[in-house]
C-alpha cells in the first residue's frame, strides 16, 4: 500500500511540469530569449513554414488518394503501391526540412537554451510518434508546437 502511494506521488510530481509546460509558447517563453533570437527565430520560421505546409497538404491529398484506392485490381494495387511510395518519399523531405529548421534555430541559441531547446523537442517527437497513427509524421510549420504559424500565435503580419 505504501509502495503504491509512493509511486503515485512520484508520477504526480513527473506530470506536473509536462502539464504545465504544455504549449511551444510556454517552452519559449522559458528559454528567456532575447528580441534579436525572437526575431531570428521567427523569421526562420517564415522560412520554411510555406514549403511545409505544402509538404503536409500534398501529403494530405495523397493519403485521401490512398484510402480511395480500389485495391481489387492489379491496376488499383499498383496505383496503391505508387501512392505510398509517393508518401514515403514527402515524409523524408518533411522529415529533412525539420531537421534544416532545427538545425537554424538552433544556431540562434546560447548553449543552455539549446540544451533545454533539443531536450525539449526530443520529448515532444517522442509524445507524438507515441500517440499519431502511422505515416503522419512530426509537426511542422502551420501546425501545433514549435514552428506553429507566427501569425497564428499572435506574432508577425
Same mark, same amino acid.
Given at each position: 500500500?505504501?509502495?503504491?502511494?509512493?509511486?503515485?506521488?512520484?508520477?504526480?510530481?513527473?506530470?506536473?511540469?509536462?502539464?504545465?509546460?504544455?504549449?511551444?509558447?510556454?517552452?519559449? $517563453?522559458?528559454? #528567456?530569449?532575447?528580441?534579436?533570437? $525572437?526575431?531570428?527565430?521567427?523569421?526562420?520560421?517564415?522560412?520554411?513554414?510555406?514549403?511545409?505546409?505544402?509538404?503536409? #497538404?500534398?501529403?494530405?491529398?495523397?493519403?485521401?488518394?490512398?484510402?480511395?484506392?480500389?485495391?481489387?485490381?492489379?491496376?488499383g494495387r499498383e496505383r496503391a $503501391?505508387?501512392?505510398?511510395?509517393?508518401?514515403?518519399?514527402?515524409?523524408?523531405?518533411?522529415?529533412?526540412?525539420?531537421?534544416?529548421?532545427?538545425?537554424?534555430?538552433s544556431g540562434v541559441l546560447d548553449?543552455?537554451?539549446?540544451?533545454?531547446?533539443?531536450?525539449?523537442?526530443?520529448?515532444?517527437?517522442?509524445?507524438?510518434?507515441?500517440?499519431?497513427?502511422?505515416g503522419r509524421g512530426m509537426t511542422?510549420?502551420?501546425?501545433?508546437?514549435?514552428?506553429?504559424?507566427?501569425?497564428?500565435?499572435?506574432?508577425?503580419?
Open positions: 500500500m505504501t509502495a503504491h502511494i509512493l509511486l503515485s506521488l512520484i508520477l504526480i510530481c513527473l506530470a506536473l511540469p509536462v502539464q504545465a509546460q504544455d504549449s511551444y509558447q510556454d517552452f519559449e $517563453k522559458g528559454l #528567456n530569449l532575447t528580441d534579436t533570437q $525572437k526575431q531570428q527565430v521567427e523569421g526562420i520560421k517564415r522560412k520554411y513554414i510555406d514549403e511545409w505546409q505544402g509538404l503536409k #497538404n500534398e501529403s494530405a491529398r495523397k493519403r485521401i488518394e490512398l484510402r480511395d484506392v480500389d485495391r481489387s485490381s492489379p491496376a $503501391k505508387r501512392l505510398e511510395s509517393e508518401l514515403y518519399g514527402i515524409q523524408a523531405s518533411r522529415e529533412n526540412l525539420y531537421r534544416q529548421y532545427r538545425g537554424e534555430v548553449e543552455r537554451q539549446r540544451g533545454r531547446y533539443d531536450k525539449f523537442l526530443d520529448g515532444e517527437r517522442h509524445r507524438r510518434m507515441m500517440s499519431e497513427p502511422p511542422g510549420p502551420g501546425q501545433r508546437g514549435m514552428m506553429q504559424d507566427p501569425q497564428r500565435r499572435g506574432h508577425g503580419k
